[in-house]
Every structure is written in C-alpha cells, then in structure tokens.
C-alpha cells in the first residue's frame, strides 16, 4: 500500500460526495459500495493501517464461520472455503481489500465531530499530530464498528470487589492469567471462547443471568452444508425484529469449546467482599479475576452535534438509513438488517443496500470530488491512496 504525503494546508473547500468514517470490516464495504455506485468516497480511519479492530483482538480469536461465508463482494477470502479464519489472516484480509480501494483513504485521521452547515454535513477530524480538518460532504456513512466503545454494565455487587476487572476488549492471550481463578461474566461466543482459551492455564467459569444458548454443540465442519443454508438465513432482513428481543446470542461451538467441553457455568455471583464472591446456591471463593464478556456499543459520540437521537445504545434508523438524518447511513450495527449485519458476512450486503439507497436519495448531489477543505495547520500527513 503507498503512502502518499499531502500538505492540507494547500487544498481548497470542496464538498465530498460522501465521507465513509472508519476504515474496518464495515467501512472498507461501504467504500466498496460506494464506488460501484459510481461514486468516489473519501475513507478517514483513526488507525495507522485500515482493518479496523481486528488486531487488536485476543490472540486465539477465530471466526465461528468458515471463509467461504465471510469474503466481501469481489473478495472471497483466500486459503481453503471450508477453514475458519484466525484472527491475523482476517486482519491480512481486510488491508488487501482496502489496498484494492479506488478511493483516498486517509490514516491516522480521527473523526471527532459531525455538525449541519449550508445544507451539507461538516466532518471535524483531528490527526495524530494534532491539527485539525473541517471537510464538507452531501453524504455520511458511519462504519466506526464497536470495539473502541465496550460495554461495562454496572453490577452493583463488584462495587465492594477488590480483584481485578477488565473487559474482554483488554484480554489478549491466558498467560498474565496462569494458575488464577477467574470469572469470565457473559453468554456469548467470546465469553466462551476467552473461557476455552483459560482453561488449561487457569480455573474458569463463565456466569451470566440468561443461560448460554448453543447454535451447535459440536463444530460444524467447514464444509457442512448447515453453513449454505445459514448463508441464506442471512439474507432475511429481520434484523430489527430480533432487536426487539433480550434473548441472549447463540454461540456457535468451536474446536477450542469442544476441547473445554462443557465450560464450568453457574448462575451469576449474589454478593462480593474485598476478592471473595458468593454464589446463589451457597459458598464463596476467592476470585483473583472477573473478565467482562458483555459485548460492545456502537461508536458514534462524533453524530452527537447533529443531535442524531440514540435509543438504547442505537441510532434511530431503519435498515442502515437515519429515520432523522438524510444523507446519513450506518454500515455495520448489530441486526441493522439481518442477523449478521455486524459480521464480516453480513457487512457487504448491507453496504450495497445502503450505498443504492443513498445515492437515490441524493441524486442531486454534487459528483464525486476533490479534496478537503483547508487544515487550520498545514502538515504533511502520511495518508493511503489505493490505486
């Protein structure tokens, strides 16, 4: 990928056909998208490289679906169909796609603040350097994903716990964790695979309220065709009907869960004191670690200024389309449209939805163009042209 070195200072305001925030699974499909739309997006990520948060996962991460299932619109993902991917070879995967954008895609570009000004959106971006960008555009696609925004639910009983919590963002691999007794708190597929990948280094059990709900309690082969048929469940748009529910995710069963077998499970702890914990049915023990396996939330505190309404940790649209902004879209939000909207899987098709609908929307807009608008500090700033 070339780095390309630009001094802001020098380009003029001109207004960007659309802007795609975030450069990860969700923002490298839109841009896909986009541009099969006939459109020439600009791509600001905060990171040093494009990918989003896939390297900064824990180390044994694996998608619960083989690559066959997983490859975006014009990609399939390399290797054998039927492997499921790791951790790094997802990361490798996702920087060859945005490697092959035609587009600018902008690095090291934080995005803080989007406002309404003369009848177009206004993108505030600061760099690494500090300085900061003002870029008008007719069209936003927030695509920031949800790992820099965990969720850390208050449970009132670790107010008087005095071990140490952390959220399954900070878990990387079991070695800081060797011979401790730790707690890992969730129901779904990280919980159970961060508590697989403890358990021959530490004793683990996994507590949550609702019971952990197994799509399959063996791994499916990758070759299996219980994966075409879920392929084709994917593409259900009863993505805000099951965003209504409070049920807990189904976790699909890996080697790693397999190998566990059945992961130690109890009901949530009743009460705590200083690293002791008490179970409903009786007893307590000491408990060196609770890890936090409570998922994530979207990512999008720089919407605020536009007063974009958020209910329930959600922006208020339908199918990726703001029911209250026009010309924005979102890419990437848990049951956006379908059961997978938040998974490598689901993200170009919803990409594609929201591209089409967008330019219809906005078939007066000007054409794609140009470049920003003056940084009120000239740099010269390493960005990513894809050719």
């Given at each position: ?10 380009h003029t305001g001109v207004v960007q056909s659309v802007i795609v ?367």
């Amino acid at each position: 990928m070339d780095k390309i070195s630009g001094d802001w200072s020098v380009h003029t305001g001109v207004v960007q056909s659309v802007i795609v925030i975030g450069a990860g699974q969700s923002g490298i499909a839109a841009a896909l998208a986009l541009r099969r739309e006939g459109l020439q997006p600009l791509v600001l990520e905060a990171a040093e490289q494009p990918g989003g948060s896939w390297p900064q996962y824990y180390d044994s991460l694996s998608l619960f679906t083989p690559a066959r299932f997983n490859g975006l619109p014009g990609f399939p993902f390399p290797g054998d169909p039927s492997h499921f991917p790791t951790r790094d070879e997802t990361a490798d995967y996702l920087r060859d796609c945005a490697a092959a954008l035609d587009c600018e895609l902008w690095t090291r570009t934080r995005v803080t603040a989007v406002t309404r000004a003369d009848g177009f959106y206004l993108v505030r971006a600061e760099t690494s350097a500090g300085h900061i960008v003002e870029i008008p555009a007719s069209m936003i696609v927030a695509a920031t994903g949800t790992f820099s925004h965990p969720h850390r639910p208050h449970l009132p009983v670790l107010d008087h716990y005095t071990g140490r919590v952390l959220h399954s963002a900070e878990y990387r691999n079991p070695a800081p964790f060797a011979g401790q007794r730790v707690v890992v708190v969730g129901a779904g597929n990280s919980a159970v695979q961060i508590a697989a990948d403890l358990a021959a280094h530490a004793r683990v059990t996994v507590v949550s309220r609702s019971r952990i709900r197994y799509a399959t309690r063996k791994p499916l082969p990758g070759a299996s065709p219980v994966w075409a048929g879920l392929a084709l469940a994917a593409r259900l748009p009863v993505g805000p009907l099951l965003a209504r529910g409070s049920s807990s995710p189904l976790v699909f069963a890996d080697r790693a869960v397999q190998a566990l077998g059945n992961p130690d499970y109890r009901e949530m702890f009743s009460t705590a004191r200083d690293t002791e914990l008490r179970w409903p049915g009786g007893g307590t023990e000491h408990v060196d670690t609770v890890i936090l396996a409570t998922g994530y939330r979207p990512a999008l505190s720089y919407l605020n200024c536009i007063g974009a309404p958020i209910a329930s940790d959600s922006p208020l649209q339908r199918h990726g389309l703001s029911l209250t902004e026009p010309g924005l879209g979102f890419v990437g939000l848990r049951h956006q449209r379908t059961l997978f909207s938040d998974t490598l899987h689901g993200v170009g098709r919803d990409a594609r939805y929201v591209s089409r609908r967008l330019v219809v929307s906005h078939s007066g807009s000007p054409p794609a163009g140009g470049l920003p608008t003056t940084a009120r500090s000239g740099e010269h700033h390493a960005q990513h042209r894809q050719r």
